[in-house]
């Protein structure tokens, strides 16, 4: 009953502080909100005194503070004023839905202001705004400039969508905004190896169309370049191998007198154990096969002719094989050592797996460096 009691107190004093809050939000001049925190408590409650008297005052206060604010704006300097005015329309016209929707609502506040028309022709002329400030941008011909008029036409787009010829317009500027970067292929003189050159350049390519590192760089191989026309990049990506080894085989031989003590030999004659030492013989043998490779890694300006940044990346993977036999008792050897023995020698991948294998730590390198210098371009 205790237990019972006090959650009835609790109820109450959250229903009392909710009942509250709207005029608490009015008091302090957050009019939209005491408006809404009013609709909600009047849905839930349509006879709530508190949340019908708070409506009734602050949805007028919230109206004409808006008003005004539309009507200050309307009379500055400021280019992006239609932006303000779309924005505080779109808080008046959410009031009105949000009364409409609730009918406890439409008794206290029965014609809620909607301004549509007014929010129609502010969208326009914040949308026209923006597109002549993006045609002008436009003249300058240079890439920040033509940032700038692709931001200009997206907000004229996000305005007023399918806004005359905005979006062609866009796509213009982002082309003439974007970092153009031709990423030269690999050179590779062995026809052996030639297919995993391959793999290893279409690996980085398939970062870089999966991953973008900025909305305003692209990327491009000599074929793409042609398709597209682009007969000039902004900076070209130069890779190529400085030296390479791949396969150099070590081998390796141990052998290891094996002892082991107390272990049960035979039994005597009434059956008991005899313990005693065995002893064996392992011959271990072991294989590395080292592949390595340095990597040239260039990012330089054609224009200028200036190296931007240079850097040798190295690679390398080990291939690593045990095996072994013994002579004597495999008591005497350790659990390790029996499955060594188990072992049997094997060949390593061939020579264009163990390309791809160095390959994949100067991959991960390449990644990292082209996301980090072109993160902020």
Not at 3 to 25: D, E, I, M
Not at 153 to 158: E, I, V
Not at 233 to 240: A, K, T
Not at 280 to 300: E, M, R, W
Request: net charge positive; proline share 6%; hydrophobic share 35%.
């Amino acid at each position: 009953m205790k237990r019972y009691l006090l959650f009835l107190s609790v109820v109450a004093t959250l229903f009392a502080s909710s009942c509250g809050t709207g005029k608490r939000l009015l008091e302090s001049g957050q009019y939209d909100e005491a408006v809404l925190a009013s609709v909600r408590r009047l849905r839930q409650d349509p006879d709530n005194e508190k949340a019908t008297l708070t409506l009734r005052d602050a949805y007028p206060l919230a109206k004409d503070y808006h008003l005004r604010n539309i009507a200050l704006a309307k009379e500055s300097t400021d280019m992006y004023r239609w932006e303000r005015v779309v924005d505080t329309y779109s808080k008046l016209n959410v009031l009105a839905d949000e009364i409409r929707r609730c009918p406890a609502c439409l008794n206290i506040i029965p014609n809620p202001a909607y301004f549509s028309s007014e929010l129609n022709d502010a969208k326009i002329n914040g949308a026209e705004v923006r597109y002549a400030l993006g045609v002008k941008a436009m003249e300058t011909k240079t890439r920040s400039s033509a940032r700038e008029a692709y931001e200009h036409f997206m907000a004229s787009m996000r305005l007023m969508p399918n806004f005359k010829d905005a979006a062609s317009r866009a796509e213009e500027a982002k082309f003439h905004a974007t970092l153009k970067v031709l990423v030269e292929p690999i050179p590779m003189h062995s026809n052996q190896l030639k297919l995993s050159n391959e793999f290893f350049e279409n690996k980085i390519r398939e970062f870089l169309i999966q991953m973008p590192v900025n909305e305003f760089v692209k990327f491009y191989n000599p074929k793409e370049a042609e398709a597209v026309g682009l007969k000039q990049p902004d900076q070209i990506i130069s890779m190529s191998f400085d030296d390479f080894i791949i396969g150099q085989t070590s081998l390796k031989e141990t052998v290891l007198p094996c002892k082991k003590d107390s272990v049960e030999i035979a039994k005597d004659s009434s059956g008991k154990p005899i313990y005693g030492t065995v002893t064996a013989q392992l011959h271990q043998f072991s294989k590395t096969v080292v592949s390595t490779g340095l990597l040239d890694f260039k990012i330089f300006d054609p224009n200028t002719k200036q190296t931007l940044t240079n850097e040798k990346l190295p690679g390398t993977f080990n291939w690593f094989c045990e095996w072994g036999y013994y002579n004597g008792d495999s008591r005497a050897l350790t659990p390790k050592q029996l499955e060594i023995t188990k072992n049997k020698e094997i060949m390593p991948p061939p020579p264009q797996d163990l390309f791809i294998s160095f390959c994949k730590p100067i991959h991960d390198q390449i990644t990292g460096k082209i996301r980090n210098f072109y993160r902020n371009y």
